[in-house]
C-alpha cells in the first residue's frame, strides 16, 4: 500500500485558487488510480476528481467541472487539485485517495481543510 500525505490547503477568499498536493510512498506509484474527496460541515464525504495510473484518464465531479483540475507527476510520486474559481460552498476537508481499482480504494490521506471564506 501507499502512504498519502496532503497539503496546501488553507484559507482562501471567493473567487482565489489553492493548489493541493498528495505525495504518495512506494515505487509503483503509476499503478495507481489517484483521487480527491472532499467532506464539507454537517456532509458526507463525496467524490471530486480521479486520474488514470499515466494521466491520460480523468473525471471530475459535476459540482467542480471547469473549476477544479486533477493532474500527476509521477516522476516526484505526486497528484495534485488545481482549484480555481472557489466558492463558499467549497469549503471542505480534503481526502486524496489511492486504488489499485476504483472501485476499492486502497489508501487515504488525512486530509487538509480549505476554508473559503464570502
Known amino acids: 500500500q501507499v502512504q498519502l500525505v496532503e497539503s496546501g490547503g488553507g484559507l482562501v477568499q471567493a473567487g482565489g485558487s489553492l493548489r493541493l498536493s498528495c505525495a504518495a510512498s512506494?515505487?509503483?506509484?503509476?499503478?495507481?488510480?489517484m483521487g480527491w474527496f472532499r467532506q464539507g460541515p454537517g456532509k458526507e464525504r463525496e467524490f471530486v476528481a480521479r486520474?488514470?495510473?499515466?494521466?491520460?484518464?480523468?473525471y471530475t465531479a459535476d459540482s467542480v467541472k471547469g473549476r477544479f483540475t486533477i493532474s500527476r507527476d509521477n516522476a516526484k510520486n505526486t497528484v495534485f487539485l488545481q482549484m480555481n474559481s472557489l466558492k463558499p460552498e467549497d469549503t471542505a476537508v480534503y481526502y486524496c485517495?489511492?486504488?489499485?481499482?476504483?472501485?476499492?480504494?486502497?489508501?487515504w490521506g488525512q486530509g487538509t481543510q480549505v476554508t473559503v471564506s464570502s
Open positions: 486520474i488514470s495510473g499515466f494521466g491520460s484518464v480523468t
Open positions: 512506494g515505487r509503483t506509484f503509476s499503478r495507481y488510480v
Open positions: 485517495a489511492a486504488a489499485l481499482k476504483w472501485a476499492q480504494i486502497d489508501s
